[in-house]
């Protein structure tokens, strides 16, 4: 078996190719002119005498040297909270990725939040949607739904919340060490900035209308904050059933939960290669709006070629390392490398694939503007597609496309 380089260097000497030879020696470098380390013929071509930041070049050996494959110029699909600076109050910090930075991520923007024991992200409502995975430690929400039922509740890492639009809300850390979770927006714009405080509406009312609304003199407001809080160092909570029954006070509770479980619930797919897990409004009934999948993918796994036909992904790195490439028509395909705590973003549509190229688990969650999760396996449609039609493509015979899984697996282990 001759190597590509091989070819290639028969090829630059301007020896005769065979008609196979001269197929062979465009696999895997397709396009004109040709891309890619492996067509450089002298050692000026893959040195880089410029200004260096080793560190940061060391994260991104695919964006250094791309695969020969690689082709056009899709935008940065790639961000990180871990760049993003933070906002540091008593009690936590915040920072957040939205489209002003990222000007990809249209239809989700991100916020990483942690708060201390007892730090609490103030009563607040918004313009969108909320959704949140935690990531870290135990927290107690607090919603109220849009008929007047209370919810309280403590999630743990894994567990999921979710707030309609104009709900009101509110986030404490618990014991022992607080938390860390990132949220997400149903809106690439959306701001945890700029929210609308519980404090800064009481400080902007004239007391005497505060007196009438809530039926009391107006020197009960004489010592509300003048400056808004958002998050703050409160004392912990006590147990929650205590919460719950003091937060009831003549209503009904909210039949259905704003938090669900995603890391514990049963997989949608499991094999070597890793597994996935789903929450959307079939199994997350409050989540109209967003939908999830959160991926683990063993060492050396991919997560199998595929696209959504629904909304953009939006992703979150949670640990390990991964080799994400995407492909849009043009051709165009790009490859990016991702880390814990970086953001990934696929258009709706665009294919894409992601390897576990560490030594360690890959987890990554994949969070979607859809209240239903979809996705289209490229080898479940090409299972399901009369074999003649799709070997008569790609120059493969029958007999090897009926070894291929017809099952849209979701993970490929390492071969
Ligand atoms: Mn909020
Ligand atoms: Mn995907």
Redesign the pocket.
């Known amino acids: 078996m001759f190597s590509r380089r091989d070819l290639l260097a028969v090829s630059a000497a301007g020896a005769v190719m065979t008609a196979s030879a001269a197929s062979a020696a465009s696999f895997g470098n397709p396009d004109q002119p040709p891309q890619g380390a492996v067509n450089a013929r002298g050692p000026g071509n893959l040195t880089d005498p410029g200004p260096q930041n080793p560190a940061i070049a060391g994260q991104f050996p695919s964006s250094q040297s791309p695969p020969a494959t690689h082709i056009g110029g899709l935008p940065l699909d790639w961000a990180s909270f871990n760049i993003a600076p933070k906002r540091i109050q008593n009690g936590g910090w915040a920072r957040q990725v939205t489209q002003a930075d990222f000007a990809i991520s249209e239809e989700i923007s991100g916020v990483n939040m942690r708060l201390t024991a007892g730090g609490i992200?103030e009563l607040?409502?918004?313009q969108a949607a909320?959704w949140a995975i935690m990531t870290y430690g135990n927290c107690r929400v607090t919603v109220l739904d849009v008929h007047g039922r209370p919810y309280v509740a403590d999630v743990k890492a894994g567990d999921l919340w979710y707030?309609p639009a104009g709900a009101p809300?509110s986030?404490q850390g618990l014991g022992p060490d607080g938390c860390e979770f990132v949220?997400c927006f149903d809106d690439g714009k959306a701001n945890?900035f700029n929210?609308l405080l519980l404090s800064d509406w009481f400080a902007h009312t004239p007391p005497e209308v505060l007196a009438k609304n809530f039926g009391v003199p107006a020197e009960t407001f004489a010592k509300i904050p003048l400056q808004n809080l958002w998050i703050f160092q409160g004392t912990l909570p006590g147990d929650l059933a205590a919460d719950r029954k003091a937060a009831g006070r003549n209503a009904s509770a909210a039949p259905h939960p704003f938090v669900f479980s995603l890391a514990s619930s049963p997989p949608t797919k499991q094999n070597a290669g890793g597994d996935v897990r789903v929450a959307d409004s079939s199994n997350f009934t409050v989540s109209t709006s967003i939908s999830a999948a959160l991926v683990t993918v063993r060492p050396g796994g991919v997560r199998e070629m595929h696209w959504h036909p629904n909304a953009d992904e939006w992703q979150y790195y949670i640990k390990g390392k991964a080799r994400m490439t995407v492909f849009n028509t043009g051709p165009n395909a790009r490859t990016t490398d991702f880390t814990a705590g970086d953001i990934g973003y696929v258009k709706r549509n665009f294919g894409h694939y992601v390897e576990n190229i560490g030594d360690t688990d890959l987890q990554f969650i994949g969070v979607f503007r859809a209240s239903r999760y979809e996705e289209v396996s490229l080898t479940n449609w090409l299972t399901h597609t009369p074999p003649a039609l799709v070997a008569q493509h790609l120059n493969i015979d029958e007999a090897t496309i009926a070894k291929w899984p017809d099952n849209a697996p979701g993970l490929m282990p390492k071969s």
């Open positions: 992200r607040h409502w918004h909320e707030f809300h986030l949220i945890e929210t």
